[in-house]
Nanobody
Framework: QVQLVESGGGLVQAGGSLRLSCAAS????????MGWFRQAPGKEREFIAR????????YYADSMKGRFAISRDNAKNTVYLQMNSLKPEDTAVYYC???????????WGQGTQVTVSS
């Protein structure tokens, strides 16, 4: 079993940056693919990015390329999402997820709120 805890959300002005963290419990973190998703009020959950177990491969949704960057530190059991040039439309609850084998995401965190003011 893997537990995921997101942190780093908050209120930021448009144009600002935030770095989200997702800390994972368990010994299997380094074998898991990790991903970030978000869900805005009244909208479906949206894929942002994923990263392979080694960190050697990343994949982004087209709309997220350029402003968001996913990374991981297996020594710290943590995955990160660096978000730059934030816009009000980036306001959402951001979730991290873990997968033993894609495309199925096996574990989810409870989310962290990001609010971007104009």
């Amino acid at each position: 079993q893997v537990q995921l805890v997101e942190s780093g959300g908050g209120l930021v002005q448009a144009g600002g940056s935030l770095r989200l963290s997702c800390a994972a419990s368990g010994r299997t973190f380094s074998s898991l693919s990790m991903g970030w998703f978000r869900q805005a009020p009244g909208k479906e959950r949206e894929f942002i990015a994923r990263i392979s177990w080694s960190g050697g491969s990343t994949y982004y949704a087209d709309s997220m390329k350029g402003r968001f960057a996913i990374s991981r530190d297996n020594a710290k059991n943590t995955v990160y999402l660096q978000m730059n040039s934030l816009k009000p439309e980036d306001t959402a609850v951001y979730y991290c997820a873990a997968a033993h084998g894609l495309p199925l995401w096996d574990y989810w965190g409870q989310g962290t709120q990001v609010t971007v003011s104009s």
